[in-house]
């Protein structure tokens, strides 16, 4: 796969949220509207890609999954995404083990 980035838009029990990540080269760098901020790795396997990622908040907030996430909060985020993944199809995000919905729409090649 080729390095790139991707705007993603997430729904979760409490809310929406929106924000910008970079994947390639079997890592996961971005960040959200809602403060967070994402730092993780990726293999392909059979054309997906599972993913681990920790999510660390920036600033107070509320997550989509109706989590309070102070400051400095950190949390382990799962994944295995199709292999075209950002189609516009929902994925499912475990959060913590509450499942997330996320669309990816690629922005362009990096």
């Known amino acids: 796969m080729n390095p790139a980035v991707y705007v993603m838009t997430f729904v979760g029990l409490a809310g929406t949220g929106g924000g910008c990540l970079y994947i390639g080269n079997g890592k996961i760098v971005g ?6 901020r994402y730092h993780g790795t990726y293999t392909e396997q059979n054309g997906a890609l599972n993913a681990n990622v920790r999510l660390t908040q920036a600033t107070d907030g509320l997550l989509v999954t109706g989590v309070l996430a102070p400051k400095g909060t950190v949390i382990d985020l799962t994944a295995t995404l199709s292999a075209n993944f950002h189609n516009g199809q929902p994925q499912q995000i475990m959060v913590a083990g509450n499942p997330v919905n996320a669309t990816f729409e690629k922005v362009g090649d990096v």
Request: glycine share 34%; net charge negative.
């Open 31 to 36: 960040a959200d509207t809602g403060g967070a």
